[in-house]
Nanobody, 115 residues
Framework: QVQLVESGGGLVQAGGSLRLSCVAS????????MGWYRQAPGKQRELVAT???????DYADSVKGRFTISRDNAKNTVYLQMNSLKSEDTAVYYC?????????WGQGTQVTVSS
């Protein structure tokens, strides 16, 4: 069983930056595939950034060049650095972990970008 706790969301002006963190517990972090998703009001949850099974990274087209996913295995933490934020980035951001065939989700953290 993997537990995920996100933090770092908040209110920021357009053009600003935020860094989200997700701490994982209950599993062997280095073996867990981690990613970030988001869900805006009235929309489906969508991929933002993720580590692939090969260890590389993948991003939604809408955030390429602005967001960076990284991880610190020593701290069991995955980060999402978000720069040049836009109003359309407003959403609840969720950390996702997968280990073997099981998927885990965090509780989400709200990011609101004011224009």
């Amino acid at each position: 069983q993997v537990q995920l706790v996100e933090s770092g969301g908040g209110l920021v002006q357009a053009g600003g930056s935020l860094r989200l963190s997700c701490v994982a517990s209950g599993g062997r972090f280095s073996l867990i595939r981690m990613g970030w998703y988001r869900q805006a009001p009235g929309k489906q949850r969508e991929l933002v950034a993720t580590f692939t099974s090969g260890g590389s990274t993948d991003y939604a087209d809408s955030v390429k060049g602005r967001f960076t996913i990284s991880r610190d295995n020593a701290k069991n933490t995955v980060y999402l650095q978000m720069n040049s934020l836009k109003s359309e980035d407003t959403a609840v951001y969720y950390c996702r972990a997968s280990q073997f065939t099981t998927v885990y989700w965090g509780q989400g953290t709200q990011v609101t970008v004011s224009s």
